[in-house]
């Protein structure tokens, strides 16, 4: 018999098998990839004290330890349903039918999609996409390229693919409009940008951002911003300039770029074309969280945590009995955070399945306050104001006890 389900075999989702299966529980692992690892696969970046935080070998390292403690992994299979019965939970994917008495939703996120004008073209994709390609199989996207979409995701990404050999001739945000207005607009680029700051690669510039925190002088500073750009690992950054479309014939060729104001209004007859072979469109991320919404659990839209999220208590539990949340779909955040939120779910679990254990249930504790530390030292926040999303979602919990205490821990 199976007692625990996960959903997804990325940092949150392997970590939480590896917690269960250290007390016993007989665990099982499905993601629709490949091979396990999640978002793990593609990451690559410098930490503050100069050591390298490399994805795939944090990836083998949580697979080697759940290998060993007995864990199934199956990869390449997909989740179409998942619905609570006298039986426990069926999880229907696209190889057979699984029951269990409890499951982790560990699925991740997926980008938004910004549509620009001749984005259906070959060599055009998701920076995500980029991501996967350049550093999971090897594969070099383009020689010069665009990014579109100033944001955390953007820059990180950037960074890898240039440490990688590929030029990048600017990163630009998208033509301002209804669909874009939080992300084409100069204003809230820039104040979306200072609350980056503190990731900016040269002293120079984290010094001048906070110079700049007062609205005034932000305002000043995206009408004064310089039109070249500024310079990030030698990659020009712009504010003052937007991709309008993307052309070519057959694939990728340029992009069309067009000078804006301060209000992300196209400055007419600054219009120019920049010749480029792939371009990446950064839309930001959001909680894959499909399964939860099919699984019946109450949602909440909370900005500050990147959308929809399943309702759930600081022990990754949801109101609906056996169902369990880990990882991004709770929220946006680092994989650091992940690891930490899959070792408090792998924790509860086996609080709620090995009842009245004292010395479980203070491990617990402890790992609700290691997220916390976690999230404190977090160097890429996604979302600045997670912490004050955090307070919301645990206030959303304890009154939906309240309001439905006969639903609380029951299937509708």
Not at 98 to 115: C, D, F, H, R
Not at 284 to 291: C, D, F, K, R, T
Not at 308 to 335: C, D, F, Q, W
Not at 345 to 352: D, E, K, M, Q, Y
Request: aromatic share 6%; net charge neutral.
């Amino acid at each position: 018999m199976i007692d625990v389900v996960i959903i997804g075999a990325g940092p949150a989702g392997l970590k939480a098998a590896i917690t269960c299966a250290t007390y016993g529980l007989h665990v099982k692992v499905i993601d629709e990839f490949v091979k396990p690892g999640g978002r793990l696969l593609g990451q690559l970046h410098e930490e503050p004290n100069g050591t390298w935080w490399n994805g795939i070998e944090q990836a083998n390292n949580l697979l080697e330890q759940a290998t060993a403690n007995g864990v199934t992994i199956d990869c390449g299979v997909s989740v179409h349903h998942l619905e609570k019965t006298t039986d426990g939970w069926v999880i229907h994917t696209n190889k057979e039918q699984i029951i269990s008495p409890t499951v982790l939703l560990a699925t991740g996120a997926a980008e938004y999609s910004t549509p620009i004008q001749g984005w259906t073209l070959p060599g055009v994709m998701s920076i995500g996409a980029a991501q996967v390609m350049t550093n999971v199989h090897r594969v070099k996207v383009g020689q010069r390229g665009i990014v579109i979409g100033l944001n955390v995701l953007s820059f990180a990404i950037a960074r890898e693919l240039q440490l990688a050999g590929i030029e990048l001739a600017s990163i630009v945000p998208p033509k301002f409009s209804q669909i874009t207005k939080e992300t084409g607009h100069p204003h809230k680029i820039m104040d979306a940008l200072l609350k980056y700051s503190h990731l900016a690669p040269s002293v120079f510039l984290r010094f001048g951002s906070k110079l700049i925190k007062n609205q005034t002088l932000q305002r000043i500073a995206v009408d004064f911003y310089p039109k070249s750009g500024i310079s990030v690992w030698g990659i020009p950054l712009h504010l003052r300039t937007a991709a309008v479309e993307i052309f070519g014939e057959t694939k990728v060729e340029g992009v069309k770029l067009v000078n804006i104001t301060s209000s992300g209004e196209p400055i007419k007859g600054t219009e120019r074309e920049l010749l480029v072979d792939f371009v990446c469109i950064s839309g930001g991320l959001y909680p894959l969280a499909e399964l939860a919404a099919v699984a019946g659990c109450p949602f909440y839209y909370i900005s500050e945590l990147g959308g929809h999220i399943p309702l759930h208590n600081k022990r990754m539990e949801t109101p609906l009995e056996g169902l369990y949340v880990a990882g991004n779909i709770t929220g946006i955040e680092s994989s650091k955070v992940a690891i930490a939120q899959g070792n408090t779910a792998g924790l509860s679990i086996v609080s709620n399945l090995m009842k009245n254990n004292e010395a479980i249930e203070e491990k617990v504790n402890e790992s609700i306050v290691n997220i916390e530390q976690v999230r404190h030292n977090s160097i890429i926040q996604f979302h600045p104001g997670i912490k004050e999303g955090r307070k919301q979602l645990n206030n959303l919990w304890n009154d939906y006890k309240c309001q439905y205490p006969q639903k609380y821990k029951q299937m509708y």
